[in-house]
């Protein structure tokens, strides 16, 4: 069947307002997808005893919302977030939070959990060898962890493999380095390095 002038020209603007919409993608701040084990990103994540933080009520696993508060369920602003890229073989990467905001942190008076989460698969995390995890607040070293607990727990499923630094909820880690031994609170700054090798 032939198309009129007219016909061809209105199915002509049709077919390219469709490709157009079809090439509009929303991108998240961050992929909750998996890395290839070659690979995988490494993110700070915390909770105080005020459940202020990155995914500050352990419920919660998408950190997309940034730093807030786990129970009221509102944004923190003014705290700077850097991730790092574990690259395989060996490794050596920090990831931290700083701004003048986390010094409202203090009146909490401890923490709940402080960990590097990672992107690589649970499954996965074998692959994954941790020598030691290095906790510094405002600069200064609170504490090392030598061949700190990874989560998924043994037998357990999750989508995410996780570095324990502390962790009131995990016995595990509990072992390593308790939550209650972690009084210190930051001024301006929070950062865990980690090294090891990823296979």
């Known amino acids: 069947m032939r198309l009129s002038n007219v016909a061809k020209r209105v199915f002509s603007v049709a ?4 490709v157009a919409a079809s090439s509009i993608v929303a991108v998240p701040q961050v992929s909750k997808k998996a890395d290839a084990a070659s690979s995988a990103t490494a993110y700070l994540c915390f909770a105080s005893k005020g459940y202020n933080g990155v995914l500050s009520n352990h419920n919660v ?16 602003s003014g705290i700077k977030l850097s991730n790092a890229t574990i690259k395989k073989g060996k490794f ?35 692959k994954l060898k941790v020598t030691s995890a290095t906790l510094k607040i405002d600069g200064k070293t609170v504490k090392t962890v030598k061949k700190p607990t990874l989560t998924p727990d043994p037998g357990a499923k999750q989508d995410f493999t996780q570095v324990m630094v ?31 090798t990823l296979k």
């Not at 072992?175 to 301006?188: E, L």
């Open 166 to 196: 502390v962790n009131t909820w995990n016995k595990y880690s509990e072992k390593k380095y308790k939550a209650a031994s972690c009084k210190k609170m930051p001024k301006k700054s929070i950062s865990v390095t980690i090294s090891g």
């Open 61 to 76: 696993s998408d950190r997309s919302k940034g730093v807030m508060n786990g129970n009221k369920k509102t944004s923190i």
């Open 92 to 126: 050596t990467v920090t990831v931290s939070a700083s701004g003048a905001k986390l010094k409202s942190f203090a009146k909490d008076k401890g923490w709940n959990s402080i960990y590097v989460d990672t992107s690589l698969a649970g499954k996965d995390k074998k």
């Open 15 to 18: 077919l390219a307002a469709t």
